[in-house]
């Protein structure tokens, strides 16, 4: 089945650096997401990708989807404590525009900031 | 508040027996998916439904089966439990099957398995 290889396992920084975190794929996605899920809480989407070469803003966060469409990378500039979490990458597989629902999961990146 | 509501949030039982997990979707939404987070297999997802017939079929076992319901929400049976099941389950919403759309997760009902 597929694979998605997440890099770093994870991170310990300092508030107010940047962070970069990537994913790699043995096979091609249509759609490149990334999740951060908070302790006990489900996963909550940050940031969607639809086009290869796409790079997509939301606030500090910013994601790029490769152009092979078997990688992805999100950057988060000038972290803050809030940003703690484990942050997964997803890709969706896609059939004529209809989503399988099948998101499959990087193995999440644990990030940790120190005020 | 992802608006998705699993039950019961969190259940303890024993090997061998039989759990239903539920999930009530955003208010709209006709897809439903199930999702396992473990430890050693990290999130998997297990099932889509959309507006009552199965979808999509990942790594579910024979063990485990769902359905969703006229009122779009949804239960997942997980029975004869083994220790491996011990999981946090995840369902998630959405409103249709377009790849455009974000997929709301719920809360999750966290199985312990002793």
């Known amino acids: 089945g597929q694979q998605l290889n997440q890099s770093p396992q994870s991170m310990f920084i300092q508030e107010g650096e940047d962070v970069s975190m990537n994913c790699t794929s043995s096979s091609i996605f249509n759609t490149w997401l990334w999740y951060k899920q908070d302790p006990g809480e489900g996963p909550v989407l940050l940031i969607a990708?639809?086009?290869?070469?796409e790079l997509t803003s939301n606030g500090r966060l910013t994601a790029q989807f490769g152009i092979t469409r078997k990688d992805s990378f999100l950057n988060i500039s000038a972290s803050i404590p809030s940003d703690v979490g484990i942050y997964f990458c997803?890709?969706?597989?896609?059939?004529?525009?209809?989503?399988?629902?099948?998101?499959?999961f990087g193995q999440g990146t644990i990030l940790t900031v120190h005020p | 508040d992802s608006g998705v509501t699993q039950t019961p949030k969190h259940l303890i039982t024993a090997t061998g027996q039989r759990v239903t997990l539920r999930c009530s979707p955003r208010?709209?939404?006709?897809?439903v998916y199930w999702y396992q987070q473990s430890l050693d297999q990290g999130l998997q997802f297990l099932i889509h439904y959309y507006n009552g017939e199965e979808r999509a079929k990942g790594n579910i076992l024979e063990r485990f089966s769902a359905q969703q319901f006229p009122d779009l929400h949804s239960e997942l049976n997980l029975s004869s439990l083994e220790l491996g099941d011990s999981a946090l389950y995840f369902c998630a919403s959405s409103p249709g099957t377009s790849v455009k759309e974000t997929q709301y997760f719920g809360p999750g009902t966290r199985l312990l398995v002793l």
């Open positions: 997803a890709g969706l597989e896609n059939a004529g525009g209809t989503s399988y629902g099948k998101l499959t």
């Open positions: 208010s709209g939404d006709l897809s």
């Open positions: 990708l639809y086009k290869a070469g």
